[in-house]
């Protein structure tokens, strides 16, 4: 896009299929706050640091995804034209249009996304690509390396309309967000833990592994969540719990994926994950199995 009449017809052209759009200048970032909601205090609906939701109340192109829009006589009002004229590209509001852009920053990036994410609809970038998901979600960025989630509270630089068949949001990249520093040790402290299910045969009546198979890859994964005694051992039991359920997607079942799922919960709470953080992952993860193997 070279000129001003280019970027605004693409920002017309999405407004008009729903897609909350917003211009952006050089460098690719948002125009600058007005003087009234730059002011002290600020008078813009108590947006000035895009903490709350909702839309900027100013006029002007201000709070950058707050104040994309999708109504015509405000995109070509006379202030969003002063901006239009040094605008260089289009950014739009995923959050606003019912999607989630994961923003895949670099190849291993995308390489990840592809051994763990449902396929849908990819758009390339200049160093990735952007996944995108129908459904909106909290944001946040850096959610692991090269992976930033862009949906209800940031924008994404339009480059196009990708290739592929948008699939729904998926629990997998709901857990992406939730991030967890673990509490001190328990000491321990049985009582504390939750009542673990052991894994046995009289659970996996349907389970075409050997117990020995079973066991040893669960107590490989119990013991990358017992390392994780810092922080992300809620994150690693999900993986534990995504990868350990994967290996059953072909058994006729039960697995006793249920009892799986305990030994992983009382490993993660035992070095100091809340429980309901740690049902709340091993869940996720077990149901990000499922979804991968439809």
């Known amino acids: 896009m070279s000129t001003t009449s280019e970027v605004l017809r693409v920002a017309l052209a999405l407004a008009a299929a729903g897609v909350p759009v917003l211009p952006l200048r050089r460098g690719k970032v948002p125009f600058g706050n007005c003087c009234t909601c730059a002011g002290a205090p600020p008078r813009c609906g108590g947006r000035p640091n895009m903490k709350t939701p909702g839309p900027c109340l100013c006029p002007a192109p201000c709070h950058a995804w707050a104040a994309a829009t999708t109504d015509p006589q405000v995109l070509t009002s006379p202030v969003w034209a002063r ?63 090269g992976v930033d989630i ?26 992406l967000v939730v991030k967890e520093d ?10 504390s833990l939750p009542t673990r299910a052991t894994w ?14 079973v066991r040893t890859g669960l107590e490989r994964g119990l013991a990358l969540v017992r390392a994780r005694t810092e922080s992300g051992a809620g994150s690693q039991a999900f ?56």
């Open 83 to 145: 901006v239009w004229r040094e605008a260089v590209a289009v950014a739009y509001h995923p959050g606003g249009a019912g999607l989630t852009v994961v923003d895949l920053d670099n190849a291993a990036a995308v390489a990840w996304a592809r051994e763990t994410l449902p396929v849908t609809r990819a758009v390339p970038t200049t160093r990735g690509e952007h996944w995108i998901y129908q459904g909106a979600m909290p944001s946040s960025n850096a959610v692991r390396p």
């Open 150 to 175: 862009k949906s209800s509270m940031q924008y994404a630089r339009w480059l196009g309309p990708g290739t592929g068949r948008m699939t729904v949001l998926p629990a997998t990249v709901h857990a």
């Open 182 to 191: 673990t509490t001190p040790g328990r000491g321990e402290v049985a009582s």
């Open 200 to 213: 046995g045969r009289s659970v996996a009546t349907g389970c075409r592994h050997t117990e020995r198979y």
């Open 239 to 294: 993986g534990v719990a995504r990868f350990l359920a994967a290996q059953h997607a072909a058994c006729p079942g039960p697995c006793g994926l249920a009892a799986i799922g305990e030994e992983i919960v009382a490993t993660a709470v035992s070095v100091g994950v809340p429980e309901a953080y740690a049902r709340r992952a091993v869940a996720n993860g077990l149901e990000a199995a499922v979804e991968r193997a439809a």
